[in-house]
């Protein structure tokens, strides 16, 4: 979480969420009356159904902002409140916005969760009014992405980032455990988002000082240009608040806070919002002297803190200390709460600092448990860690496999007819593999071409490895050894051989063939 500058009177106070996922406030009840059974479920259903939204949209919209943590409603870093995240600040009203829509009060709408939900569903439905759609079309998730859009309260490329990753939730699919143990699913299926003029403002600018990352401009406000003091620090921040909602927030004047970088929890994107010779408003006294990173998510709240944050994050603080001369040590890489004069807790006890640090350091290895230089075909009773690579892909996507324990068993037979009969395959129940390569390229489709990196990349280097039986390393570099993969691939689908992966090409691995 950011600092504004020693001097500027303290704004929207960051409060620490401290409730985790497993702990939500639950949804109200009648004084006296028993509890419902999953109150979350019934509460998006419900939702749903009375504004003529879809359920899992609305669900995907929901754990972008909060991963479904309502936090008792604490506010979020830029003031939003509740499982949706309404916002009430100078530049957004959605809070208010549903109060008048659904009639419910501020409080209600803050802190109860099927309320919260409710009003959700009703700022979603009236921005899908505004634009337009008609009932053929709100029946249509992919018709919805300028109404998405819009839900962000940010404009252009960062309102476009928002709805991106609601789309990818949908593409990938979710399974999220919630109050009581009760679980929220989305399944994943294609998606073909009609993005209108948003398309246009889709590619961000690449970053002036890190390769890898983007470039969205924080406000003019919400930092120094120059520096009074030598950079020898990096400090790791936590946003208490999504992405998209981070960056829209350094954009607003009346903030008075901002980092260098922001990352991802989903898939470790990397935007970056001042540059590395500027001074951002992230950790009072050390502003000068430092270089902010903030990490999507809440303090409490471990299920935001994935792998692929910690090894992009890592990445970035190891490209930072090799070119200011910063020590990789933790008297140099410190937490906000480490930071001279600061009274912030994050990234707090759930930041692993031994995993970071050793990422940092280049010493870290191992494998995803997904990738394999052969795919065999697993059906009921075989066991072992391609089961457990199948059993950790169909959860990741909605579909119940049970643990991931690398047994084949009734569960995970069910959960992978489930997913044959969504992707159109013959449902025997067994992976062989068509299903290995609709299951290993599920998620968002991208255009991918030689030079391209990353875990789309990657994606498709193990879905060929199950169509092609044949290894193609899954090292998430487009090099010519992918292309011709992808070529041979076109080739033997009487697809167009433009060693392109473009969306038929998407549309034949996702469907199995």
Sequence with gaps: MPRRPAGHARGHAAVLASLTVTALVATGAPAGAAPTADPMNQAFERAAEKFDVPRDLLAAVGYGETHLNGHAGRPSQDNGYGVMHLVSNPSNHSLEKAATLTGKSTADLRKDTAANILGGAAVLRNHADTLGLDGTERADIDAWYPAVARYSGAAGATAALYADTVYTFLAQGLRATVAGGERITVTSRPVSPEKGALAQSEAAAPSPDYPSALWVAANSANFATGRTATVDKVVVHVTQGSYAGTISWFQNATSKVSSHYVVRSSDGQITQMVRDKDTAYHAKSANASSLGIEHEGFVDDPSWFTDTMYRSSAALTKYLCDRYGIPKDRAHVIGHSEAPGNDHTDPGTNWNWAYYMQL??????????????????????????????????????????????????????????TFQTARGLGADGMVGPKTWTALLSAGTTPVLVTGASGDAVKRVQRALTAALGRTVTADGAFGANTDKAVRDYQSTRSLSVDGSVGPATWTALQSGR
């Design 360 to 417: 940092v350091g280049g010493s870290a290895s191992g494998a995803d448990g997904l990738s394999f230089g052969s795919y065999s075909t697993q059906k009921k009773g075989s066991t072992g860690p391609q089961v457990k690579a199948v059993q950790t892909l169909l959860n990741q996507q909605g579909y119940e496999a049970g643990a991931a324990d690398g047994i084949f068993g009734s569960t995970t037979e069910s959960a992978v007819r």
